[in-house]
């Protein structure tokens, strides 16, 4: 009977969320919307580009949408089954509310687990390709856009990074290359105050070099007034291949902080960066937790209290996502406290509402 149960509940939320999903993903939209709008009527884009950004947007919007579209879903679930009478009917069959809540918390799981998939795979391809698409259509009539804190990737496989640029003179200042070889385990990093781009080479300015054995340790450390490294593609398609945290899955951007430390440059905000691409995604399995448990009522329709509770968890649980990133990116706070930080804040309370559930 229980497993009856089971699928029938599961079924019954999930009917609902992918309605939701879409509904909140359009809502998630607007304001790129504008911004996209004012491409088309300002900047000249083709329609069809400006149609192909929009798309290209919104699988990063839906992960965003996962937890309050779940959430949605399960709390009008178990309002249909007040409202209907069959939870009193399950509970006179000696079914615990917690014991009805559980399928509900393993769909979270579930959606939890499909939605970091869809962030660290899909997402940073189709965020790239989106401001690739910026970047060739947007800037066309001058410079490439080049933001800070962002890395390139040459022909030669060699990585740049760059802490800030003048985009007039395009002097780049602390600068750091690294080139991974073939037959090496760890890279020979250059470091720099500055650098500037002429033509078809980079003029390295006030640096050293480092370059690492087998086992990661430092062998030689060569300092240098000014360094050439040859280029062989033209400014404009160097930085297209640019990717900023949100455009690199996990695991890469995992390999460049590690880089990063080693040269010791600051990594805070690659960081935080990183572990939200764990948190984010399972904080659906949070809001679930201390959503349905805060929604639910024996007696009566709770789809109006359900929506209700959603607005106010989705407020408060992103406004301290906003405040805890800033934390971390400071360097105020750890970084993967920061990025956790919002799912325990609501995480342990549910947990406690979920257990005590059956004595209210």
Do not use: C
């Not at 615990?96 to 660290?120: C, E, H, M, Q, T």
């Not at 399995?285 to 209700?308: A, E, K, N, S, W």
């Amino acid at each position: 009977m229980l497993k009856i149960m089971d699928r029938y509940l599961i079924k019954d939320g999930t009917s609902g969320m992918f309605t939701w999903i879409g509904a909140v993903t359009v809502i998630l939209l607007v304001g790129t919307l504008f911004e996209l709008a004012d491409f088309f009527v300002n900047k000249r884009v083709p329609f069809l580009v400006v149609l192909e950004i929009l798309l290209l947007y919104i699988p990063a919007h839906m992960v965003m949408t996962f937890p309050i579209s779940g959430l949605l879903a399960s709390e009008l679930s178990l309002g249909r089954l007040s409202r209907d009478s069959e939870l009193i009917a399950m509970e006179a069959s000696g079914i615990s509310l917690k014991r009805v809540i559980l399928p509900y918390i393993i769909f979270s799981i579930l959606v939890s687990v499909g939605s970091f998939a869809l962030n660290d795979i899909v997402v940073p391809e189709t965020n790239h390709r989106a401001q690739v698409l910026i970047r060739e259509y947007v800037y066309k009539q001058g410079p490439p856009k080049i933001e800070k804190n962002v890395f390139f990737r040459d022909a030669q496989n060699r990585y740049f990074y760059v802490s800030e640029l003048d985009n007039e003179t395009w002097e780049m200042k602390d600068v750091i290359v690294y080139e991974i070889g073939k037959d090496r385990s760890f890279p020979d990093v250059i470091l720099a105050k500055s650098a500037l781009w002429l033509e078809d080479r980079w003029l390295l300015k006030e640096g050293v070099v480092h370059r690492y054995d087998e086992r990661g340790l430092l062998t030689q450390e060569i300092e240098f007034s000014e360094m050439i490294i040859d280029m062989k593609e033209d400014l404009k398609s160097f930085f297209t291949e640019q990717r900023s945290p949100e455009e690199m899955p996990s695991r890469e951007l995992k390999k460049q902080i590690d880089i990063l430390k080693e040269a010791g440059a600051k990594t805070e905000n690659f960081e935080v960066a990183y572990h939200l691409k764990y948190s984010i995604p399972f904080s659906a399995l949070v809001f679930i937790l201390m959503g349905v448990p805060l929604g639910v009522q024996r007696t009566r329709d709770t789809r109006t209290l359900g929506v209700i509770v959603t607005v106010i968890l989705a407020f408060f649980y992103y406004m301290l996502l906003s405040i805890f990133r800033s934390l971390g990116r400071g360097g105020i706070m750890e970084p993967i406290i920061a990025a956790w930080m919002p799912n325990v804040i609501f995480g342990l309370p549910g947990l406690v509402l979920y257990l005590t559930v059956d004595r209210r």
